[in-house]
């Protein structure tokens, strides 16, 4: 059963950070390419940020610069760093895998950026 457990969101101040991590089990990571998405209120799903099995990293343009994501095959864990952060930026986050036709979903992790 492939499960992805996302965690370290939270309230923060504008311009602040955090990390959030997705820790998958189920799957051969390493194999996996593996995504962030959002869901702000009111909007559109959109995917934020996206890495390949092999590394290769692609963003949404609103995020290039502030947003990195990166992984760890020995931890199976993605992770989506998030600096500068605004409060448009104000989303439930969610960790997506996705190895042609197989797709999964984590259950999500509030993120709000408020003063």
């Known amino acids: 059963q492939v499960q992805l457990v996302e965690s370290g969101g939270g309230l923060v101040q504008p311009g602040g950070s955090l990390t959030l991590s997705c820790a998958a089990s189920g799957i051969i990571f390493s194999n996996n390419n593996m995504g962030w998405y959002r869901r702000a209120p009111g909007k559109q799903r959109e995917l934020v940020a996206r890495?390949?099995?092999?590394?290769?990293?692609a963003y949404i343009d609103s995020v290039k610069g502030r947003f990195s994501i990166s992984r760890d095959n020995a931890k199976n864990t993605v992770y989506l760093q998030m600096n500068s952060l605004k409060p448009e930026d104000t989303a439930v986050y969610y960790c997506?895998?996705?190895?042609?036709?197989?797709?999964?979903w984590g259950q999500g992790t509030q993120v709000t950026v408020s003063s």
């Open positions: 890495i390949t099995s092999g590394g290769t990293t």
């Open positions: 997506y895998r996705y190895l042609f036709p197989f797709e999964s």
